[in-house]
């Protein structure tokens, strides 16, 4: 809840409510949210947009974004479409899991901080979300279905006196 007030759109944090509640993404400890990229295989982003300025990450002559495992990608927060209605558009996307592997030869999973929200389409059942910056933590290997998470999307938050779920 903290994180979220930091967003400076009201617009944005009512439609992150769309975006989090398909198959309820998970949140983690710190306030962030785990959501998923679709990559090609070698990390580039499937597509690219040379018009877009990356102020974080490592960007190609096609203008695509290498996704590696560590890597925190940003863009200025005015360089993403705030338009729901706009269905392909501008800025960074993050997805469910359905929505990532539709298209991509490869998933990651990236944690994304609520305040760098900027906008959820309405198509896909709001299932993709356009941001400023997030950051690669690691390779798809399976869902995660917990509802929350550790700081580094972990599912294994586990009390260590007693080895139940926290």
């Known amino acids: ?3 979220l007030q930091l967003n400076p759109s009201a617009t944005s944090i009512t439609e992150l409510v769309d975006f989090l509640s398909y198959k309820e993404l998970p949140i ?3 306030g962030f949210f785990i959501a998923y990229k679709g990559v090609d295989s070698d990390y580039w982003s499937v597509k690219g947009n040379t018009s ?3 102020t974080q990450g490592i960007v190609n002559g ?3 974004i290498l996704n590696s495992i ?3 990608i940003e863009v200025p927060r005015r360089a993403v479409d705030d338009n729901r209605a706009n269905e392909c558009s501008f800025g960074l996307h993050v997805g469910s899991l359905d929505y990532a592997r539709s298209w991509a030869s490869k998933v990651v999973v990236v944690k994304v901080d609520p305040a760098d929200v900027v906008s959820v389409p309405k198509d ?3 299932q993709k979300c356009r941001v400023s910056k997030y950051e690669v933590l690691y390779d798809f290997v ?3 279905t917990s509802s929350v998470v550790s700081d580094d999307g972990e599912d294994d938050i586990v009390d ?4 139940d779920r926290e």
């Open 160 to 163: 260590e006196e007693t080895g």
């Open 142 to 144: 399976g869902e995660i």
């Open 124 to 126: 896909c059942s709001c």
């Open 62 to 64: 096609s203008g695509q």
């Open 70 to 72: 560590g890597s925190v």
């Open 28 to 30: 983690t400890e710190d």
């Open 52 to 54: 877009t300025k990356v």
């Open 1 to 3: 809840w903290e994180r």
